[in-house]
């Protein structure tokens, strides 16, 4: 069994910053990519970021400039730091870990207020 726990997200105004954290636990050999999907109501789950475990990162492009991604392989974890963040960045954010499957944290709303 694998675990993800998401922390981070909130209400933010346009321009500010929030930091959002995934940490894996459970039976964990090796994860291979880590990242997080956003969902917005009435709209398809969309990649926001990827890292592998060698650290190549992927961005959308809605977010290259503002978001960065990044990973500690020794916790498991993978955060997201986005900074000017703007209304139409509102969303439920879901993190993944792929390991042998593809295992998901439960989804943290970030509310982008303008």
């Known amino acids: 069994q694998v675990q993800l726990v998401t922390s981070g997200g909130g209400l933010v105004q346009a321009g500010g910053s929030l930091r959002l954290s995934c940490a894996a636990s459970?039976?964990?050999?090796?994860?291979?990519?880590m990242g997080w999907y956003r969902q917005a109501p009435g709209k398809q789950r969309e990649l926001v970021a990827s890292i592998s475990s060698g650290g190549n990162t992927n961005y959308a492009d809605s977010v290259k400039g503002r978001f960065t991604i990044s990973r500690n392989n020794a916790k498991n974890t993978v955060y997201l730091q986005m900074n000017s963040l703007k209304p139409e960045d509102t969303s439920v954010y879901y993190c993944y870990a792929a390991i042998k499957s593809w295992y998901w944290g439960r989804g943290t709303q970030v509310t982008v207020s303008s």
């Open positions: 459970g039976s964990i050999f090796s994860i291979n990519a």
